[in-house]
């Protein structure tokens, strides 16, 4: 067995060896005299470094295939033409990056996301708006997708049609690249998405395999009757279920059905057709070439399908990542991935390290942080957190309180089962707390993809309106208020300083509400996500310098926490080591970064809690302690007292 193993790795090597050994005069002709000497050595070494990575991808993909070699070299070959193609400025920032290959950890790191239209209009209308950003500490923006794509309903834009081309009511292709050079002056860092599971089916190549060409539905994945669609449809779990049940839509004029996970215009591509895994490459280093310079792989669970599987986190999708993480190393080394693998917590770790994805969304730390402040327990946060928190070091969580989509409670059962509750009914409480059915709970919010059997649902609804300001306000309450303010800046306290790229939804940090007028349009309705992308309220924003203002005092607590990690290092690379607070209300952990340590401390409770004294002394802490966000000092001597959901980050000698 192991024998065999390693005969399998020799001929592997030599494999690749002599693959390299074919390609490289043949690139080497076509290419080289189009750069300078120095600037191809570069590059080759690069190639050299990446190449069996992405070969072993390849040969895992397509090695079946009798014209293999014909596919790896010219999958390398439009990688190298687009690298020849990359701005000078974006070359420069590939060599400074070498040097800092993990810049994505910084405490300077703070991120926000919005849609363009919702924000500020149009591109024209960000590029203005910059200051505000800046203003704000943001040094990572993550735009909606804002290309070409159908009119009307479109998924929020995750329906493209081309990423050559931008969506007209917000600007061109011209526009973003302006917009991507002037965010990087102001060192601000463009992410976009990278839709690559499906296209719209505007796409050009839906719209060839609609008007019947054959080879062009080999892009996609097509049945002509019901016998293949039932199979898979036997193990798989649809994502929108309310929408279509299951994961086919049949198409009258080509007689076919059509492989649609989402909405059923979002077609899903088919990976065994290595053509596809070249134009999406293609389209990949468009996108690095424009100035993005982290590209969030969307959907990314979904890529391979195999019969009598769910369909998702197979082992060919990790594999086609991967393969295009080799070609960004090469051809566009300053970019980095980010995951969004909205799945169980075992499976997101999965996808996560230099050889998949530097960056990934955290949606188990979203969904507990929610969980917590529900019940006012930390138990299964802080379990959860120990047990899958750490990571490949060199990569990061992006850590976020909600986005886009919808909150899933997407938890593991076992940590649920370990403090002692039903993993079923507590799912159902949540979803009932936070869409305000639970008697007493503070939360507006609406179900997505509501369950009728099980009773699950999935949440929307804005940080605001969910932590229980709408609630609140409608009430004129101001100790609510109060409350609520609170909880806003508990939860984003957690992710500024858990260790990982906060992302802020641009609006949270002005407390903006849940917008109900989804409900009037036709292509919005029926997805309540569109409850929580609500429109920018510039007039709300004018407000955040008045500390007297709802809005003043929610932006004043995010510029402190934002100021309070960008000066300190403990919130850069560094260890974060959960401990036991020995109240269960509250969530404790230290970060620690060489010399630099602190204690963070977040109550989860709408009353007082303490601490005894003798577990802070134990954790080498002093009895005259100073909280680095309110600037208070308190002396700890038989126990701490914390307010009403209090975060208080303590600062450890050394
Ligand atoms: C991603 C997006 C979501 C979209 C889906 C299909 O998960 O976040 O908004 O509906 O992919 O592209
Ligand atoms: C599911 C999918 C995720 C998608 C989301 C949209 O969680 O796993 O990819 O974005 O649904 O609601």
Known sequence: MVHGKLTERLSMEKKVAATLRRLLPRLEERFKPHVEPDEWQGFEERLRRNFPQLFEGLHFLYGDAYDFFFHVESILASATHMWIDRPSELKALDALREYDPQWYQSNRMVGAMCYVDLFSDDIQGLIEQIPYLTELGITYLHLMPLFESPEGDNDGGYAVSSYRAVNP???????????????????????????????????????????????????????????????????????????????????????????????????????????????????????????????????????????????????????????????????????????????????????????????????????????ALATHDTRILRRSMERSFGIDPQASWVNYVRCHDDIGWGFADEDVAAVGFDPLQHRRFLSEFYTGKFPGSFASGEPFQEDPVTGEARISGTCASLAGLEKAMAEDNDEEIEWAIRRILLLHGVVMTIGGIPLIYLGDELGMRNNYAYKESPDKMGDSRWLHRMRFDWEASERRGDFESIEGRIYGGFSRLVQLRRQNLAFSRAETEFVESGNPHVFAYFRTHESLSVLVMANFSNQEQSIEAWRLRQLGLRKTMVDLVSGKMVVAARELVLEPYDFCIWARPT
Not at 179 to 192: F, N, P
Not at 333 to 355: C, G, L, N, Q, T
Request: with cysteine.
């Open 169 to 371: 009511d917000v600007g061109t292709m011209e526009d973003l690249e302006r917009l991507a050079t002037e965010l990087r002056h102001r060192g601000i860092s463009l992410v976009l998405d990278f839709v690559f599971n499906h296209t719209s089916d505007e796409h050009e190549w839906a719209k060839q395999a609609l008007a019947g060409d054959e080879d062009y539905q080999q892009y996609y994945l097509m049945f002509p009757d019901r016998t293949m669609p039932n199979a898979y449809e036997a193990s798989i779990r649809a994502v929108f279920p309310d929408e279509i049940p299951g994961c086919f839509s049949y198409r009258t004029s080509i007689k076919k059905w059509v492989w649609t996970s989402f909405y059923n215009f979002q077609w899903d591509l088919n990976y065994e057709n290595p053509e596809v895994f070249n134009g999406m490459m293609e389209s990949m280093l468009f996108l690095a070439n424009q100035g993005v310079e982290v590209l969030r792989l969307d959907a990314i669970a979904f890529t391979r399908k195999e019969l009598g599987t769910g369909c998702q986190n197979l082992p060919g999708a990790h594999v086609i990542v991967q393969a295009f993480n080799a070609l960004k190393n090469i051809a566009a080394p300053a970019m980095a991935f980010k995951s969004e693998a909205i799945v169980h917590p075992d499976e997101v770790r999965k996808y996560i390290s230099k050889e998949e994805c530097e960056l990934s969304y955290n949606p188990q730390l979203m969904s507990l942080l929610w969980e």
